[in-house]
């Protein structure tokens, strides 16, 4: 069964500043995907970011950005230019045909 | 124009009864999922079904049996219910199984609380 690991519980950065959020994974598969979740304390889940382990090139969504390392099984999250909306908890999760598996998550705070 | 919605989002109730927890989504997905988020924020998924047919049955209880009438709805029966099922449930919906799209949607959740 695939695993996935969020080393960091919790971080805090100041706002405006970037940080980066750690996330590996473990499967024997070569397809699937990866994803990034947040979920503010409204409990909502909400997508961040998606990268197919096909493609090489790091996917990117405004000031989210992952750096995907296949051959290491690693997923980091990067958030540039920090705000204060971004305080969550961060899932970073594995899936292939539907089964998907969170990491235990980061929580994250910015500071002003 | 929710695209995935729970009802309710709050439950309280007493060891031993039974509820449900409904779900339903407006995308045209053909999949759709339960997943349990415990106290400690961890989330699991818990059943997952592709055009009504069962696809994942994680190790759950055989008190939680999922029902789902049509595409657009899964809801989530729970019996005798026991404090440790006290939780976050989410539905999520995908529009297949990854073969076309992988993203999931998920609900605003239904925190479950025995008493």
């Known amino acids: 069964a695939q695993t996935v690991t969020q080393s960091q519980p919790e971080m805090s950065v100041q706002e405006a500043e970037t940080v980066t959020l750690s996330c590996t994974y473990d499967?024997?598969?070569?397809?699937?995907?990866l994803f990034w979740y947040k979920q503010p304390p409204s409990r909502q889940m909400i997508l961040v970011i998606r990268?197919?382990?096909?493609?090489?090139q790091n996917a990117t969504e405004n000031r989210f950005s992952v750096n995907f390392q296949k051959a290491a099984k690693s997923f980091s999250l990067k958030i540039s230019d920090s705000q204060l909306g971004d305080t969550a908890m961060y899932f970073c999760?594995?899936?292939?045909?539907?089964?998907?598996?969170f990491g235990a998550g980061t929580r994250l705070t910015v500071k002003p | 124009d929710t695209a995935v919605s729970q009802t309710p989002k709050y439950l309280v109730t007493q060891m031993g009864n039974d509820k449900s927890i409904k779900c339903e989504q407006n995308?045209?997905?053909?999949?759709m999922y339960w997943y349990k988020q415990d106290s400690k924020k961890f989330l699991k998924i818990m059943f997952s079904?592709?055009?009504?047919?069962?696809?994942i049955n994680e190790t759950v209880p055989n008190r939680f049996s999922p029902k789902s009438p049509d595409k657009a709805h899964l809801n989530l029966h729970i019996n005798s219910l026991e404090l440790g099922d006290s939780a976050v449930y989410f539905c999520?919906?995908?529009?297949?199984?990854?073969?076309?799209?992988?993203?999931?949607?998920f609900g605003p959740g239904t925190r479950l609380l025995v008493l």
């Open positions: 999520a919906s995908s529009q297949d199984l990854g073969l076309v799209s992988e993203t999931q949607y």
């Open positions: 499967t024997s598969e070569s397809n699937y995907y």
């Open positions: 990268q197919e382990a096909y493609k090489q």
């Open positions: 999760a594995f899936m292939k045909m539907g089964d998907m598996r």
């Open positions: 995308l045209g997905h053909d999949t």
């Open positions: 079904y592709n055009n009504k047919e069962l696809i």
